[in-house]
């Protein structure tokens, strides 16, 4: 089946889409046969003849002739499935002469509604340059109107002036690329000028040059929908085929992961035709390592955006508590922590019977962790389980008829910060923890059940940290943009649960809040922490991920920090915090960020904000106005 060249970029496609660009077609239906023929999926083609340079001085110019080819060529399924418009390169938006930006405009207005008219899925916008505010303009008013056609534009990977250079045999040491020149640079002006829109994406066409891996990590974080492999950049291996070098197989694969499209464009030679550039590409997406089982599962959480849980407001369902226990890895850290803490902490040593608490049971995974513990250090235990959900109390009270491992667990209905039983604990165990740590108010729960611990006692866990790091992700921005009304305020005052896979990092992620179980003398959960960042390229600011690392006891930790990662787990995925307004951030500037958590009687909040020497942004979510957790 076809792959719609309208399709978003998307790590789920289970096959490489690759298309044929043609410079001019005499005879679009033959064309289009061809590279069928020749296993292309679709091709590309002038809306007009390259050469129809026109003038239109009053409105559109009375015509005599065809502006270009009949659409009855086609049938309108073909136009739509298999060709993507490319609009006239000679339009010069920013011409210095006004007659020439104010043709431009009409003529570029010409084309779109010829592109409409036949249907296109997808059009191809000409290689976008610094000065582009007319260019920006005239786009973003055809955007605003046309929201069924895709519009692509072309950037290089490299800087035209730079391969020029080197073409005339600069060496490459001695050339410097000015802002103005830079592709990524005039892309973003571009883009922010046109208000960062869903429905533009980037064509990226791969160049001789090839630059350094910081600028590739750029655009992995940019709406790049297909790369453009001249037939120039090939070369030819020993058997007369056409072949990638090393360094540019490598970019191409890494955007494979995003689900770039490939488009061949250039003058065939080769006496097999265009076909031997099409069976390379697909050769080329099938030596991409096939996804491990865990990506398989996590592939279609990748970049989709979740609210995350309110779990002391709202009882959680049968099916989210069978997700989380289908995450063996976290459990069996659980199993480590409980059973170092059963035969090495002084406190619980010598007890002919350990207390061992849990607190917030759901369905019983840590019970049975804390009986594997007990079989393994021969350590015995009187388990208790405490569970405010009563959805979650039948279940638990169905185990200790129908188990035998579990007929002397005592099962308690209960709020844990309410709970005023008698009896106390060796040793607490929780799983409270949300992406962010602290965030599904794990300090609360815990310290307003710390009355039920002996004072000695063991928390499981004993500390966990939230951490920040600043990102990059058009694809990101973009879904928070509509989770709500468009645009609204709480698009991006709302932290979000998500599986971050198109992003850039902008610097390494550095701690944010602490909290210490159990801890007597300070129960106060507000935080404020001032965080720094080194900017060290430029880069679009689009928001920032939230990880924590929390430390169950003595050296065993859970992670979803990228840098002490547990291996395989899958139970939380990162939170993002948005920014309102994607920021430019300068090459070697500071980075400045503020987060505050912040409660009341009701209701816990973050606020956060950043600054740097050109920019001060306001501060997001005030008093908790558009998201918090419910107490």
């Known amino acids: 089946p ?56 009053n409105g559109l110019e009375e015509r005599r002739l065809p502006l270009t ?11 739509n499935q298999n060709i993507v418009g490319k609009f006239s390169e000679w339009i010069n938006f920013d011409s210095q002469v006004e007659a020439q930006r104010h043709n ?36 973003n008013s055809v955007l605003m109107n046309v929201t069924y056609m895709k519009f692509w534009i072309r950037v290089p990977l490299s800087s035209r002036k730079k391969q020029m250079l080197i073409s005339q045999g600069v060496k490459e040491e001695n050339i410097k690329i000015e802002r103005e020149d830079h592709p990524w640079e005039c892309w973003t002006r571009f883009k922010t000028l046109c208000g960062h829109p869903k ?112 779990p002391l407001m709202d009882n959680l369902e049968s099916q989210t508590y069978e997700t989380f226990e289908k995450d063996p890895i976290k459990y069996s850290q659980y199993q480590k922590a409980i059973a170092l803490a059963l035969a090495t902490d002084p406190f619980l040593q010598g007890k002919e019977q350990i207390v061992l608490m849990v607190l917030g049971a759901g369905r019983g ?37 129908n188990n035998p491992d579990w007929k002397d667990v005592t099962v308690i209905s209960t709020d844990i910060r309410k709970y005023g039983g008698d009896i106390k604990a060796d040793i607490i165990v929780s799983e409270l923890l949300g992406s962010f740590g602290d965030n599904e108010l794990s ?47 709480k698009n991006f005052e709302t932290a979000y649960v998500v599986n971050l896979h198109a992003i850039n990092v902008l610097d390494t992620a550095k701690s944010c809040f602490e909290f210490v179980h159990p801890s007597r003398e300070d129960h106060d959960c507000s935080r404020h922490k001032t965080m720094k960042f080194k900017i060290e390229h430029s880069a679009m ?62 209701q816990v909040w973050y606020e956060w904000s950043f600054s740097t020497d050109d920019v001060q942004s306001f501060n997001h979510n005030p008093n908790g106005r558009s998201w918090w957790i419910g107490l």
């Not at 080819?69 to 073909?78: A, E, Y």
């Not at 592109?115 to 899925?121: E, F, K, Q």
């Not at 059009?123 to 786009?139: F, H, I, Q, T």
């Open 104 to 139: 431009a405009r009409k003529v570029f207005k010409q084309e779109v509604a010829w592109a409409t008219h036949l249907g296109l899925s997808a059009a191809l916008l000409p290689e976008v340059y610094w000065d582009c505010a007319n260019y920006a303009s005239a786009v």
């Open 365 to 401: 995974p840590l019970v049975n962790a804390a009986m594997r513990a007990s079989k393994e250090t021969g350590k015995k235990l009187k388990l208790y389980a405490l569970e405010k959900n009563p959805n979650a109390v039948n279940t638990l009270l169905n185990l200790t008829f």
């Open 199 to 310: 429905s533009l994406g980037v064509v990226l066409e791969i160049t001789q040059d090839v630059p350094e891996d910081w600028e590739i990590d750029r655009w992995y974080s940019e709406p790049v929908v297909a790369v453009v492999l001249p037939v120039s950049v090939f070369l030819t291996n020993s058997k007369g085929f056409p072949v990638l070098s090393k360094r540019h197989q490598a970019i191409v694969k890494r955007l494979f992961g995003i689900g770039v499209q490939v488009i061949v464009k250039g003058n065939i030679t080769h006496p097999k035709g265009s076909v031997v550039y099409q069976q390379y590409v697909t050769w080329l997406w099938k030596q991409v390592p096939p996804l491990t089982q865990l990506e398989k599962y996590e592939r279609p959480y990748w970049d989709y955006l979740q609210a995350p849980l309110q």
């Open 2 to 57: 076809l792959v719609h060249p309208s399709s978003e970029p998307t790590a789920a496609m289970e096959t490489v889409s690759i298309a044929f660009e043609y410079d001019t077609v005499v005879n679009i239906e033959r064309a289009l046969v061809k590279a069928q023929d020749n296993a292309f999926d679709y091709i590309l083609v002038p809306l007009v003849h390259p050469s129809f340079e026109r003038q239109t001085s």
């Open 541 to 602: 600011l689009h928001g920032f991920a939230g990880y924590f690392d929390s430390r169950l006891y003595g050296d065993v930790h859970i992670s979803i920090l990228p840098e002490t990662f547990t291996e395989n787990m899958f139970s939380w995925f990162p939170l993002y915090f948005p920014i309102r307004q994607p920021t430019y951030l300068k090459a070697g500037s500071e980075l400045e960020v503020n987060f505050l958590r912040l409660a009341n009687t009701k």
């Open 443 to 489: 300090p609360e729960c815990l310290y307003g059940a710390e009355d039920l611990l002996k004072v000695g006692g063991v928390s499981i866990p004993q500390q966990y940290e939230s951490f920040i790091a600043p990102i990059s992700s058009c694809k990101l921005y973009g879904e928070a943009r509509t989770v709500y009304d468009e645009d609204a305020l």
């Open 69 to 79: 080819r009949s659409d009855m060529l086609l049938s309108s399924s073909s136009w």
